[in-house]
C-alpha cells in the first residue's frame, strides 16, 4: 500500500505533501535527510495527515503531484483537517490514524 502524507515544519511555517510506502520512514528520512532540497534545511517536520493512496506507487505519484499542482495552501490545511471528507478528484484517498 502506498500513502499520501503531510508533513509541517513549526520553523520554516510550511507544509510538505509526499508519498511513501512506510510514512514513519519517510518522516525519518525528512528529518535527518541534508541532501533534501525542500525538506533538509529543517529538521522538525512533524506528521500532519496521512492517506491511503492505493496500492500502485503510481496513483500515489499521480495524486501528490495533483495536490502540489494546486498550489493551493486552503487544500492542504483542509487534507491536514480530520473532519474533512476528501471528495471529486481527491475522493480516492483514505484517512489513515496517525
Known sequence: MF?????HSVTANKYYV???????E??????TGTEQKYTGKFQDW?????FEAG???SGALEMEKFIN??????????????A?????????LVRVAL
Do not use: C, R, S, W
Open 69 to 82: 499542482k494546486q498550489k493551493n495552501i486552503k487544500l492542504v490545511l483542509k487534507l491536514v483537517d480530520p
Open 18 to 24: 509526499g508519498h511513501a510506502e512506510n510514512v514513519q
Open 84 to 92: 474533512f471528507v476528501p471528495a471529486d478528484k481527491l475522493a480516492t
Open 3 to 7: 500513502y499520501l502524507y503531510i508533513l
Open 46 to 50: 512533524t506528521l500532519q495527515a496521512a
Open 26 to 31: 519517510a518522516l525519518a528520512y525528512h528529518n
Open 55 to 57: 496500492k500502485e506507487k
